[in-house]
């Protein structure tokens, strides 16, 4: 039981391990850019060329170091080989032979510094080739990193600007959004003045807010009286037109006429009723019926008073 829970412990972490480095690698991979990547790889190969060139140059100063000990070996034994050939001169014998044995210890030291000197100067020659190659992949690793830098960049560009025109770019699609609120605030304020022009055009916001225009109110007014008027004329001549026929009736005769005649002449005034629908006074249809009821029976409307007329005293006499 216990290993089964510490492997399932184990399985967990190694999940979580794998998770969290997902996770990086998919936010490294968003936040790499590749000319920046392409500019560090540059610099680092930059600062191995320069450790090369380094290295060539401790060579170079090691080897020529010991070309000098070799050159101060070369005099030293010159010399004593010069001084022992004086001191053979001279049957000093003894001197001669130090001076040999000082010359092949100079001439075995010699013989170190020459294997050294080779061994450097192989040294400086590899890699002095080695930066030589270095220095062309660097040259050419250079040309590559602009040309890549150069492709994205304008393939970058090319993405925005088709991002741009297509809408689908952050910046755009902000800008999209934006057209598209004020496109439709405007569409709902021109509906909503449409709906108050013809709301004001019906007469329904007419009295909005409690106050009225007089000048127009006098104005229908007017208009009104002489829809009146004109409809009125209109009746006393065709009633006029067929009072003759009325008149020709029975109870018509010769004593008749002058009968209903004075009978119509007598009779009191009656004024006329008032309009029938209080909400439009000027209505033409209850002014006609109005005049229609106070006429008496056989008296044309034109010997009538109308309702603009004042009555006259004897009137009825």
Same mark, same amino acid.
């Given at each position: 039981?216990?290993m089964?829970?510490?492997a399932a412990?184990?399985g967990?972490m ?11 690698n998919k936010?490294l991979?968003k936040?790499? *850019?590749p =000319?920046?990547t392409?500019?560090?790889?540059y ?8 450790k ?7 060579? @170079?100063t090691? =080897?020529?170091?010991v070309?000098l000990?070799?050159?101060q070996?070369q005099q030293q ?8 050939r ?6 000093r014998?003894?001197?001669a032979?130090?001076?040999?044995t000082?010359?092949s210890? $100079?001439?075995s030291q010699?013989?170190?510094l020459?294997a050294q000197?080779?061994?450097?100067? @192989?040294e ?5 080739g !080695?930066s030589q190659?270095l ?6 690793f250079?040309? =590559?990193?602009?040309?890549?830098k @150069?492709t994205y960049t $304008?393939?970058?560009a090319q993405?925005r600007?088709?991002?741009a ?7 755009m699609?902000?800008?999209g959004?934006a057209?598209?609120r004020?496109e439709?605030?405007?569409a709902q304020m021109?509906?909503? $003045?449409g ?8 007469g329904?916001?007419d *009295?909005?807010?409690? =106050? ?5 109110a006098e104005? *229908?007014?007017?208009s ?5 008027e004109?409809?009125l004329?209109r009746l006393?001549g065709?009633?006029a !037109?067929s009072?003759p026929?009325?008149?020709e009736?029975?109870g018509?005769?010769?004593?008749? !006429?002058g009968?209903e005649q004075s009978? $119509?002449?007598?009779a009191?005034?009656?004024?006329p009723?008032?309009?029938q ?16 009821a106070?006429?008496p029976a056989g008296?044309?409307?034109s010997?009538l008073?109308?309702?603009? *007329?004042q009555p006259q005293d004897?009137a009825?006499?």
């Amino acid at each position: 039981m216990f290993m089964k829970g510490t492997a399932a412990r184990m399985g967990v972490m190694k999940r979580v391990q794998l998770v969290f480095k997902a996770k990086a690698n998919k936010a490294l991979d968003k936040m790499e *850019d590749p =000319r920046e990547t392409l500019d560090y790889s540059y610099q680092r190969q930059l600062e191995l060329l320069t450790k090369v060139r380094r290295g060539v140059a401790d060579v @170079a100063t090691s =080897r020529k170091r010991v070309e000098l000990q070799m050159n101060q070996l070369q005099q030293q034994a010159n010399k004593l080989d010069d001084q022992a050939r004086k001191a053979l001169g001279l049957g000093r014998e003894d001197l001669a032979r130090d001076a040999l044995t000082r010359k092949s210890s $100079a001439q075995s030291q010699l013989n170190d510094l020459q294997a050294q000197y080779a061994q450097l100067q @192989a040294e400086e020659e590899k890699l002095t080739g !080695a930066s030589q190659r270095l220095q062309a992949k660097v040259d050419a690793f250079r040309t =590559r990193k602009e040309t890549i830098k @150069a492709t994205y960049t $304008a393939a970058e560009a090319q993405t925005r600007i088709n991002e741009a025109f297509s809408g689908i770019s952050e910046e755009m699609g902000d800008v999209g959004m934006a057209i598209q609120r004020a496109e439709d605030k405007t569409a709902q304020m021109q509906a909503r $003045a449409g709906a108050i022009d013809e709301l004001m055009a019906s007469g329904a916001l007419d *009295d909005v807010g409690g =106050r009225r225009d007089d000048i127009q109110a006098e104005l *229908d007014q007017l208009s009104a009286n002489s829809d009146v008027e004109t409809e009125l004329r209109r009746l006393r001549g065709e009633i006029a !037109a067929s009072a003759p026929k009325q008149l020709e009736g029975p109870g018509v005769g010769p004593n008749g !006429a002058g009968q209903e005649q004075s009978q $119509a002449q007598s009779a009191p005034y009656a004024p006329p009723a008032p309009p029938q629908n209080p909400q439009n006074p000027q209505n033409p249809q209850n002014t006609q019926n109005t005049q229609q009821a106070a006429q008496p029976a056989g008296i044309p409307v034109s010997d009538l008073p109308s309702a603009n *007329d004042q009555p006259q005293d004897g009137a009825g006499s």
